[in-house]
């Protein structure tokens, strides 16, 4: 019964900004570590961001550090991801997921996934 679903996407144009948002249902987001991968037409998922369960520690690709940040609420049972600064080349699905082990950076380490939001950053 675990679901998680993403919303907050949509088209905006570069150097404007969103805030992406993960709701868990099923299990606690507090207690596993939760991240944000993308996925470009023709590209594969990559990983973006993810912030540990265990003492709330943050990881960023390289591509994104500076301009995107992670956060939980955990009353909300809830993941964000505010993206600042758009770039063209941050269009993409949004996925988040959820996992108990590391690496966090890799794909294969996270159990859940949600169905993803649509990003589209215009030139």
């Known amino acids: 019964q675990v679901q998680l679903v993403e919303s907050g996407g949509g088209l905006v144009q570069a150097g404007g900004s969103l805030r992406l948002s993960c709701a868990a249902s099923?299990?606690?987001?507090?207690?596993?570590?939760s991240g944000w991968f993308r996925q470009a037409p023709g590209k594969e998922r990559e990983f973006v961001a993810a912030?540990?369960?265990?003492?709330?520690?943050?990881y960023y690709a390289d591509s994104v550090k500076g301009r995107f940040t992670i956060s939980r609420d955990n009353t909300k049972n809830t993941v964000y991801l505010q993206m600042n600064s758009l770039k063209p080349e941050d269009t993409a699905v949004y996925y988040c997921?959820?996992?108990?082990?590391?690496?966090?950076?890799?794909?294969?380490?996270?159990?859940?996934w949600g169905q993803g939001t649509q990003v589209t950053v215009s030139s």
């Open positions: 099923g299990l606690t987001f507090s207690v596993y570590t």
């Open positions: 912030v540990s369960w265990r003492d709330g520690s943050t």
């Open positions: 997921a959820a996992g108990l082990i590391s690496p966090f950076t890799e794909r294969s380490s996270y159990r859940y």
